[in-house]
């Protein structure tokens, strides 16, 4: 499965971003699909994630600003982030999990938000 993000860029504090990624190259089923981040200098965090039957979960930094939705038709899986923060800041990774159980990453899009 090649996973290509993109949406990511530069944006003030309070501004919005929508990003996508869209999967590809595999004929398994797309079970969960999430979304993470890095910042510099610190560990890799869950920031959302949908599983097939769109049910959805939120690291507790980002509920109420960030949606997370798919399009299962597409294979692509969308993170609509609004009120952005200076401290949101980070690589976004896209991550799939197939029905199978295989783990895939996508190369990551930078978010910047200024204050």
């Known amino acids: 499965v090649q996973l290509v993000e993109s949406g990511g860029g530069l944006v003030q504090a309070g501004g919005s971003l929508r990003l996508s990624c869209a999967a590809s190259?595999?004929?398994?089923?797309?079970?969960?699909m999430a979304w993470t981040r890095q910042a510099p200098g610190k560990q890799r965090e869950l920031v959302a994630a949908?599983?097939?039957?769109?049910?959805?979960s939120y690291a507790d930094s980002v509920k109420g600003r960030f949606t997370i939705s798919r399009d299962n038709a597409k294979s692509r899986v969308y993170l609509q982030m609004n009120s952005l923060k200076p401290e949101d800041t980070a690589v976004y990774y896209c991550?799939?999990?197939?029905?199978?159980?295989?783990?895939?990453w996508g190369q990551g899009t930078q978010v910047t938000v200024s204050s």
């Open positions: 991550r799939v999990v197939t029905l199978v159980g295989s783990v895939y």
């Open positions: 190259g595999s004929d398994s089923r797309l079970n969960t």
């Open positions: 949908i599983t097939s039957g769109s049910t959805t």
